[in-house]
């Protein structure tokens, strides 16, 4: 323990590594923002990093062919990490450079993603006039899911949600107050990038999003609290291995929420957005629970005109492993 504090305190005994943990602190950002942000090369900026990596105080992922840092959630040394960063005085002159930069980085990403959106926007907007307005879908789902009210105290929140195929990031907002911890998946890297942007603009720092497969879920068993598919199966070539895997990384007695259309005939949907099934009917949904183990509970239909809404919640026994 005392080693371990020693080397961390060591890591980040630098004035350019404790600009780095308050920076990382605020978000997470690729080596290129930082440079940015620092005023500095990136190799010097790399091998900061790279050192308060290996002693724990920030966090590195990929996606694609970017990288990020932020501020350690998990390990030992993640406790120091906050500790220092909360320590750090934001009114000197290097570090008040630094936020003016941060502040430069998060537009610009800001104004791609809404670039990206406006873009889409049409599509998801054509969609939706199809069946019953999101807000009532969204309420459904909190109920379904037995989702604590938002004022809970943090014993009562969930522990830790995974949102596979977050698109927008919209079910880590809505989930936000209710959670302790959160991260969406998804493998476009535009809609993480927007997701990104709304999370940040929200100050939303317990929720995170990575590029992800929902095949292979970057996650051991008895990891996950709940696992939510929103609208996301339609899109899948193996919907049951995608819940069968979601199904893996469930801790006793969590839960897998799916909200998908039932089965319908618009053939629009397959042919101008990529929907590869034209929904999904109860019996298919309780054979993908039934074959990964699962106790479903009832079917939730939201009629819509001309698609119906279901919603299907499902829990790992408490007893048993998968």
Avoid at 22 to 39: K, P
Avoid at 92 to 119: I, M, N, S, T
Wanted: a neutral charge; one cysteine or more.
């Amino acid at each position: 323990m005392v080693q371990r504090l020693l080397t961390g305190l060591r890591a980040a005994g630098e004035p350019t590594r404790l600009r780095l943990l308050a920076l990382c602190a605020r978000g997470e950002f690729t080596v290129s923002e930082l440079t940015q942000m620092l005023g500095q090369s990136q190799p010097r900026v790399s091998r900061h990093l790279k050192l308060m990596c290996d002693a724990g105080l920030l966090e590195r992922f990929r996606e694609g062919t970017w990288v990020f840092y932020r501020l350690a959630e998990h390990g030992p040394s993640a406790s120091l990490a906050k500790t220092l960063a909360e320590l750090i005085p934001s009114d000197g002159p290097d570090l008040a450079r630094d936020l003016e930069r941060l502040q430069a980085v998060k537009q610009a990403r800001g104004e791609a993603a809404a670039a990206y959106f406006r873009a889409n926007a049409s599509h998801w907007s054509q969609i939706r006039s199809l069946y019953v307005p999101e807000a009532a879908v969204e309420a459904a789902l909190l109920e379904a899911t037995g989702a604590p009210p938002a004022a809970a105290p943090a014993a009562d929140k969930i522990g830790e949600l995974l949102d596979i195929g977050t698109g927008t990031g919209r079910m880590l907002e809505l989930f936000a107050p209710r959670i302790r911890h959160g991260t969406g998946i998804d493998l476009s890297r535009e809609m993480l990038a927007f997701a990104r942007a709304n999370l940040e603009r929200a100050g939303l720092g317990h929720c995170q999003v990575r590029l992800g497969d929902m095949y292979h879920l970057p996650y051991g068993s008895d990891a996950i609290d709940l696992v939510l598919f929103h609208q996301v199966l339609h899109f899948a070539d193996d919907p049951a291995t995608a819940v069968a895997e979601a199904a893996r990384v469930l801790r006793p007695g969590g839960r897998i929420a799916i909200v998908d259309f039932l089965p319908h005939q618009l053939e629009f949907l397959r042919l101008d957005h990529a929907h590869r099934r034209l929904g999904f009917d109860e019996r298919e949904v309780m054979s993908w629970f039934e074959s990964a183990g699962l106790e479903p509970g009832p079917t939730r239909r939201l009629e819509g005109d001309p698609l119906t809404v279901g919603i299907w919640v499902a829990q790992r026994r408490a007893t048993e492993a998968l």
